[in-house]
């Protein structure tokens, strides 16, 4: 089992920059990839990005070379993932979720047997 706790979501202007932290503990060496995703009420929830345990990354093409995902391993059974996010848009006014699992598909948190933070809203002001 491993448990992940997200922090740092909040109101941010646009063009502003906000940094996401997931602390993921418990059964960790397990969990071969870590990663976010964001939701609005109404749409399904969408992966943007992941990062694997060899510390290849992901991001989607709607956030690339304006968001940045890494992971720190702090001991055996910790670790924090952390999403930077820069040149912030209203667009990106979303739940974001932190997730691990035990394989990457296509670079992210594979859904079969993932494991969900409690998300964190991040509102980006006009």
């Given at each position: 089992?491993?448990?992940?706790?997200e922090?740092?979501?909040g109101?941010?202007?646009?063009?502003?920059?906000q940094?996401?932290?997931?602390?993921?503990?418990?059964?960790t060496?397990?969990?071969?990839?870590?990663?976010?995703?964001?939701?609005?009420?109404?749409?399904?929830?969408?992966p943007?990005a992941?990062?694997?345990?060899?510390?290849?990354?992901?991001?989607?093409?709607?956030?690339?070379?304006?968001?940045?995902?890494?992971?720190?391993?702090?001991t055996?059974?910790e670790?924090?993932?952390?999403l930077?996010?820069?040149?912030?848009?209203?667009?990106?006014?979303?739940?974001y979720?932190?997730?691990?699992?035990?394989?990457?598909t296509?670079?992210?948190?594979?859904l079969t047997?993932?494991?969900?933070?409690?998300?964190?809203?991040?509102?980006?002001?006009?």
């Amino acid at each position: 089992q491993v448990r992940l706790v997200e922090s740092g979501g909040g109101s941010v202007p646009t063009g502003g920059s906000q940094t996401l932290s997931c602390e993921v503990s418990g059964d960790t060496y397990s969990w071969h990839c870590m990663g976010w995703f964001r939701q609005i009420p109404g749409k399904e929830r969408e992966p943007i990005a992941g990062i694997d345990g060899s510390g290849r990354s992901a991001l989607a093409a709607s956030v690339k070379g304006r968001f940045t995902v890494s992971a720190i391993s702090r001991t055996n059974t910790e670790n924090s993932l952390l999403l930077q996010m820069t040149s912030l848009q209203p667009e990106d006014t979303s739940i974001y979720y932190c997730a691990a699992a035990r394989y990457c598909t296509g670079g992210y948190p594979s859904l079969t047997r993932i494991t969900w933070g409690q998300g964190t809203q991040v509102t980006v002001s006009t």
